[in-house]
């Protein structure tokens, strides 16, 4: 949304450098919120720089993997490695894409994701997919 100020992309930053908000907000790759997530996250890889960077660019990864889109995955996890290459979050999903886990085995993640959400008193969207076999 080029109708963001600077004010919104600098909390929304700081929100997904929160490792616990970035960790929740992965479950949104398997709801109803998952395009609309894909376009924040796409727009805060573009507009951040370091780890904020690092950060969009693996929960765009992370959700492009689980969808079975490895190839879109790959660019992103790139894109995060570039930004910032000691982003642990990035480094373990880059070897767990090269390592060959098939989507289908986060879905550990996932249900941990929904949990660290739900404990952070957030409503949680429904879960309306699975990852990709």
């Given at each position: 949304?080029?109708?963001?100020?600077c004010?919104?992309?600098?909390?929304?930053?700081?929100?997904?450098?929160?490792?616990?908000?970035?960790?929740?907000?992965?479950?949104?790759?398997?709801?109803d919120?998952?395009?609309?997530?894909e376009?924040?996250?796409?727009?805060l890889?573009?507009?951040?720089?370091?780890?904020?960077?690092?950060?969009a660019?693996?929960?765009?990864?992370?959700?492009?993997?689980?969808?079975?889109?490895?190839?879109?995955a790959?660019?992103?996890?790139?894109?995060?490695?570039?930004?910032?290459?000691?982003?642990?979050?990035?480094?373990?999903?880059?070897?767990?894409?090269r390592?060959?886990?098939?989507?289908?085995?986060?879905?550990?993640?996932?249900?941990?994701?929904?949990?660290?959400?739900?404990?952070?008193?957030?409503?949680?969207?429904?879960?309306?997919?699975?990852?990709?076999?």
């Open positions: 949304n080029n109708e963001w100020d004010a919104t992309v600098q909390t929304l930053r700081a929100a997904i450098l929160d490792l616990d908000v970035r960790d929740a907000a992965m479950a949104l790759s398997v709801t919120l998952r395009d609309a997530a376009r924040l996250w796409r727009e890889t573009c507009r951040l720089r370091g780890s904020g960077r690092a950060s660019a693996t929960l765009l990864a992370h959700l492009h993997y689980v969808a079975g889109e490895g190839a879109y790959g660019v992103a996890l790139d894109c995060a490695l570039e930004a910032d290459p000691a982003w642990n979050m990035a480094k373990l999903l880059d070897q767990a894409v390592g060959g886990l098939r989507p289908i085995e986060m879905a550990e993640i996932i249900d941990h994701s929904f949990v660290l959400g739900e404990n952070m008193g957030v409503q949680m969207p429904a879960r309306t997919m699975e990852p990709a076999g």
